[in-house]
């Protein structure tokens, strides 16, 4: 494709009028200019050790590895659901398209797709698709027929210890590289449950032939089926393996045995890793700091949990900055400590820090990690952490900050999934039908929450009680907003209540995505929520509730939103880094502007 732009200007230029021999060369090297553009490509073409051919032979890799994942993920979403037929039908009429008629990436389709049978145990699927592939006149390769090869004779009841005497030739040959054994590995343990001895065994055959382990996803591999099966000694001695012959130069094997040193009896072990850490000269990254706090959350050290997780906001923006993660761990600490047998110990102890103040930090890390672009995508603010947040905040009965979090799922374009709708709704259907035993006390909570008219029809048809679940939740989700009155009054009063196909399959979990129309749905649920509640309140009788709501709700934002002018201020001084300080100078740019000011609403 890029020879085809080269050579198509400069022979449109070629046919201009002009005869000169200067002109033309003018023209031609302006036609090489327009047709390499833009400048990164130029750069790329031109910079030293890679020619055009080269870089053409890259982009074209990338394209095929593009299209091989594409067409991986397409078969994935079916054998996850069990619909095998549905999975086959589709290889097969994904392997019948233009973008998959290249050889190449026929081949890398097919090896892909046995490997990914295979991890469902779908032995016979992944043979006829080997079979499928030799018929076309494709030889496998060598890791490939080893892994069938190791399936037919498994599944014939052969033990560990044959499959090993059978391995000998194969790991002997020179062509069976680090990269097809870590492929052999990690099929025989995660697919065909192979013990961790048997796993070392085959390392150490290779090994024998080829000599040391080089790759760092290897060790990482061998560390954790070693922590996955409980045999920390012989991680770390994976560990100190690597570290001796210079393997482990970076955080992510000691990352991967600090997981598995997450019980109360493994603190001083967790220690004496960080310690070792310290010593080989390797700074701690991200996943180290994640792996750590959740260890002590796990502990129940949440003093522990709260220092680490402060050390690493502090570094915020320079060197590491906290992720979903990091966030998961902190709301989901948060929910523990709800818990009663927590509430005194640990929680009261370690004084974990205000909801709001956890979620304005998260914010905070959005926007660091976007350069103050609040509407782009980031590794900090996702939609699991949101519904955690949400989760946490309706928990504890703060409906302001739970309203303001569907604002930033709004604002912030964070697809909202179906779980966002349980965590609202499943706790709520719980405790309307714990109220619901209240109804001949004429009690006001229930009264305000579904709508006074459409309850004391019901009421006194004597239905209450006869209402199924998902009969309440449909009022709910069609009674309308609420309009700022201080009698909420909902829009619909209808008594028998009719199926709505569209609402029946949002709050049955049907739909995953949510639409924004679904969002503001949820957003009034939450509104009403607090009219509910407002009975039990010491509010100025002479202030209408919807006054007060809206005030509450303004000053939540206010706790949960970090100062824009303090961030607009951190991205123009440069700390930021050149590519952030470059995104805050644009001052007359309008999204800029809209995106720093973190719009809201009651």
């Not at 030889?139 to 892994?147: D, V």
């Not at 609420?482 to 008594?495: A, G, M, R, T």
Request: hydrophobic residues 40%.
């Amino acid at each position: 494709m890029l020879q085809f732009w080269l050579s198509r200007r400069p022979l449109q230029l070629f046919s201009s009028s002009s005869s000169s021999s200067s002109s033309l060369a003018l023209s031609y090297t302006r036609g090489i200019r327009t047709a390499t553009s833009p400048k990164r490509l130029r750069d790329r073409i031109n910079s030293p050790g890679i020619g055009t051919s080269q870089f053409i032979l890259k982009r074209k890799h990338a394209a095929r590895r593009v299209k091989v994942n594409r067409f991986l993920l397409t078969i994935d979403k079916y054998l996850e659901k069990g619909e095998w037929s549905d999975a086959w039908e589709c290889l097969y009429r994904r392997m019948e398209l233009p973008a998959m008629a290249d050889n190449k990436t026929r081949f890398d389709a097919y090896e892909h797709a046995v490997t990914l049978f295979s991890s469902y145990e779908r032995f016979g699927d992944a043979k006829e698709i080997q079979t499928t592939m030799i018929n076309e006149g494709f030889i496998p390769s060598l890791s490939l027929r080893t892994r069938m090869a190791s399936i037919a004779v498994l599944t014939e009841g052969a033990k560990e210890e044959v499959l090993l005497e059978l391995l000998q030739d194969s790991l002997a040959d020179p062509q069976f590289t680090e990269l097809a054994l870590y492929q052999l590995i990690r099929f025989l343990g995660d697919t065909m449950d192979f013990s961790p001895s048997s796993v070392d065994a085959i390392v150490q055959i290779w090994v024998n032939h080829h000599g040391q382990i080089s790759k760092k996803k290897t060790l990482s591999y061998l560390i954790q089926i070693h922590v996955k099966r409980g045999q920390l000694e012989d991680a770390k001695a994976w560990l100190q393996r690597s570290i001796e012959q210079g393997t482990a130069l970076d955080a992510a094997p000691f990352t991967d045995l600090l997981a598995g040193l997450v019980r109360r009896e493994h603190t001083d072990e967790l220690t004496a890793t960080i310690a070792n850490m310290q010593k080989a000269g390797i700074a701690p990254d991200l996943a180290v700091f994640n792996t750590i706090i959740y260890g002590h959350i796990k502990r129940l050290h949440f003093k522990d949990a709260i220092a680490t997780y402060n050390l690493l906001f502090s570094s915020r923006g320079k060197e590491l900055t906290p992720d979903k993660h990091t966030f998961t761990n902190m709301f989901t600490m948060h929910l523990k400590g709800l818990k009663p047998r927590l509430q005194v110990q640990p929680a009261d102890k370690a004084q974990l820090p205000p909801p709001r103040t956890l979620y304005n930090n998260l914010i905070e890390c959005h926007l660091i990690r976007t350069g103050g672009w609040v509407s782009l995508q980031s590794e900090a603010l996702t939609t699991s952490v949101l519904n955690l947040a949400l989760r946490l905040f309706l928990k504890t009965r703060d409906y302001e900050a739970a309203y303001n979090i569907f604002q930033t799922f709004d604002i912030c374009k964070v697809p909202a999934n179906s779980t966002t709708v349980s965590v609202v709704l499943q706790p709520l259907l719980a405790r309307i039908l714990r109220e619901r035993r209240r109804a001949a006390k004429n009690d006001t909570w229930l009264r305000t929450l579904l709508g006074p008219e459409w309850y004391e029809n019901i009421e006194a048809k004597g239905t209450l009680f006869s209402l199924t679940g998902t009969a309440i939740l449909e009022r709910l989700w069609v009674i309308g907003p609420l309009k700022p009155q201080v009698d909420p009054e909902p829009q619909h009063s209808d008594v028998n209540l009719h199926a709505n196909p569209k609402a029946l399959s949002v709050i049955t979990g049907k739909v995953d995505k949510l639409s924004r129309e679904d969002l503001k749905v949820l957003r009034s649920i939450v509104r009403r929520l607090f009219y509910a509640g407002a009975h039990e309140m010491n509010l100025d009788p002479s202030v209408p509730t919807a006054s007060v709501w809206k005030k509450k709700v303004i000053d939540a934002m206010r706790d949960m939103m970090p100062n824009m002018k303090a961030m607009s201020r951190y991205f123009a001084s440069g700390r930021a880094g050149k590519k952030l300080k470059r995104l805050a100078e644009g001052g007359n740019d309008k999204r800029k502007r809209y995106d720093l000011r973190y719009l809201g609403g009651g």
